[in-house]
């Protein structure tokens, strides 16, 4: 069964940095399939913020561009998003998504068929 448990987040002041984990398990792995990151603000939708192919090709939302980094590690089966120069706007719950093995990137949520419950991340003015 493919579990998806992600870490780190917390509350910041505007500026900070924050680095997300989400260890995956041994049924899926990280390096056949495209993985990505959302987060859903309060009261609004699930938004793709970065997302990784089985290639490490990366696509990133432009409000995050620049400042945050998606990446994989193949050896630990894990995924990171390394969040820089934080701002209030992006205070969220910050989810981890798989695909099924299928290839690509996108930040249609349909595209994933395994999440994660989440991490909050909540920056301060």
């Known amino acids: 069964q493919v579990h998806l448990v992600e870490s780190g987040g917390g509350s910041v002041q505007e500026g900070g940095s924050l680095r997300l984990k989400c260890e995956v398990s041994?049924?899926?792995?990280?390096?056949?399939?495209?993985m990505g990151w959302f987060r859903q603000p309060p009261g609004k939708e699930r938004e793709g913020v970065a997302a990784?192919?089985?290639?490490?090709?990366?696509t990133y939302a432009d409000s995050v561009k620049g400042r945050f980094t998606i990446s994989k590690d193949t050896d630990k089966n894990t995924l990171t998003l390394e969040m820089n120069s934080l701002k209030p706007e992006d205070t969220a719950m910050y989810y981890c998504?798989?695909?099924?093995?299928?290839?690509?990137?996108?930040?249609?949520?349909?595209?994933?068929?395994?999440w994660g419950q989440g991490t909050q991340v909540s920056v301060s003015s």
């Open positions: 990784i192919d089985f290639d490490r090709s990366t």
């Open positions: 041994k049924a899926y792995s990280v390096h056949v399939g495209s």
């Open positions: 998504a798989a695909s099924h093995g299928v290839r690509g990137t996108s930040f249609s949520p349909d595209f994933y068929s395994f």
